[in-house]
């Protein structure tokens, strides 16, 4: 037997079944877009209940051949991955055509009973499987996310800070576009939603005649925390010190520049249980930071990463441990320190943000399996990180002003006279400054 002779025909066999695989997705996608774009969705819902639920088609299209070779094929993870995309290119065209009628139609057939019924073809009896099993996996659960109804079927606390599991998708290369083109869409529609659920409450608190709900889990400490918030903006802006921090950084070595990192984390909270945190979980970190670099002068990739594993180190690093900086300040219930070093980071590494949505979202999943009542530091943690961000990161002003004509600000809140402000909000002229700015 000559080996050399037959590797073509043995290459050519293996490539063949992906290449007839890959075709029958494309089949598919194709089908189910021309589908969504020129019929009505109850026609569209029917078609893929018939060919996922039943194996039929009824209308002339390749779509049954498409789908016999995927099956037969016995590659369930890639069975899964076409009905992923073919869902989210469902639903982010009902999405677009503003339509959540449909969403929620398409959604509802996956209670179907007939899914779980065996039947006389192998081959649809694998389908079936195949299905229920997607239903119970990640990718479904993700999906979810887009009910127009997922506030009426789910109480879980996770529900309020969706917009950072669906932030984290758009960032995932790894999704198909449509996911990740919805998913960007919904995190952003929802972070306006809060901003402006947060700019009505405080702009109207204190007022009798016209009370907001508040948009938050922090109840009566949502006033006093943003109030601490924006006290230090009027004397220490966190934009500003971002600034200059950038500014005095220009020109300088990357050992340098971490130095500094430090020193711009400590300023401002000398003298607090945060001072502490910071020396000791960080200053060993910044040291372990890409060291052959040291004598490198700081460029914006180095800048991005010694962001990004700031981040880490507050939050979760890449073997899913959640950060020893962020346990120890929930233990001690100083969720402050914590969420304003993450905002610092991204207002010095605005394109960290991608890489603070998808830590935040994995430490959500992680502590989602918790009930709210055993879990609520980390509540209190994310309430204020997304404060913060809203009022730091978006193009919504808040200001106080003071009530009281004696002048010194960090004075009156030292003294327990943070409730001689009142909050004014409006949305900012011009945008938020860039590291290009």
Known sequence: MDLEKDRPNQVKETIKPHQQIYESQQILYSYFLEAVKAEHPEEVIRYFKTLFFYQVDSTDAPALPALYTLVSSDSKELFHQAIKRICYILINNWHSQRNSAAI???????????????????????????????????????????????????????????????????????????????????????????????????????????????????????????????????????????????????????????????????????????????????????????????????????????????????????????????????????VLAPAMILLRTVLVSPYSQAHLDTRIASLIEIYGLEDEADCQDFIRFLEVLRIASTIYLQDVEYNLVSMNKSGDQDALVAQGQANTYRFFSHRQSEPVPSLSS
Request: with cysteine; aromatic share 10%.
């Open 104 to 334: 929620a139609a398409f959604f509802d057939i996956f209670s179907d009973p007939i899914l779980h019924r065996s039947a006389l073809s192998d081959m649809l009896t694998r389908l079936r499987q195949w299905m229920v099993e997607f239903i119970q996996g990640q990718d479904y659960r993700e999906l979810q996310l887009y009910r127009p109804d997922l506030d009426n079927i789910s109480s879980s606390w996770i529900q309020r800070y969706t917009a950072y599991l669906l932030a984290a998708q758009s960032h995932d290369t790894s999704n198909p576009d449509e996911q990740r083109i919805i998913a960007q869409t919904q995190a952003q529609q929802q972070r306006e939603k809060f901003k402006f659920s947060l700019a009505m409450y405080t702009a109207f608190s204190g007022r009798l005649n016209r009370r907001h709900d508040n948009p938050t889990a922090l109840d009566s400490q949502t006033l006093t925390l943003i109030r601490k918030i924006l006290v230090r903006r009027g004397s220490l802006d966190y934009k500003y010190l971002a600034k200059v921090f950038l500014a005095q950084s220009k020109e300088v070595s990357f050992s340098i520049f971490k130095q500094g990192f430090l020193r711009y984390f400590l300023f401002t909270v000398q003298k607090t249980p945060a001072e502490d945190l910071i020396q000791r979980h960080l200053a060993s970190k910044l040291e372990e930071i890409y060291p052959h670099r040291n004598p490198d002068i700081l460029d914006d990739a180095l800048l991005l990463r010694a962001a990004n594993r700031i981040i880490d180190a507050c939050t979760i690093d890449s073997s899913g441990k959640i950060s020893p900086l962020l346990r120890e300040a929930l233990d001690r219930h100083e």
